[in-house]
């Protein structure tokens, strides 16, 4: 069953994120938060809204239930409404707008390769690298 991905903004443009950047910082606390499943399509129990900004990435929204009460950003990082995610170094695999698809064209996934919460390159389906 496909799951419900998590969102990026880049440059403005909202984009689909096939990456899950909060599971490291869950897995790192001495007692994870365990969030309601509440449909079968998203099986770790939250969706988070991420942006990149000036090379930076950022939780910037999560949606998530724990006890059937509502779980935010603010309530897993100390009332801060944004987060830098210094906590995640991997791919980030992203979905192109579709705004940025021309007409026709099979969507070539993206991934930024982060280092720390840093965007330190990219590549686009086909294309090499990209310092970024």
Known sequence: MQQLPETILINSVLHTLYTTPLMPWLRGQDTPPVFDRRTPNCE????????????????????????????GVPDLFSD?????????????????????????AL????????????????QDGSAGYERE
């Open 44 to 71: 770790r129990g939250y969706i988070g809204r991420w942006k990149i900004s000036d090379s930076a990435l950022w939780l910037i929204g999560l949606y998530a239930w724990r006890e059937n009460e509502f779980t």
């Open 107 to 122: 969507p070539k996934l993206r991934t930024l390769f982060v280092e720390a919460g840093w965007v330190i390159a990219a």
């Open 80 to 104: 801060r409404r944004e987060v830098a995610a210094d906590w995640f170094s991997g791919p980030l695999i992203v979905e192109p707008a579709a705004s940025e698809i021309g007409g026709g």
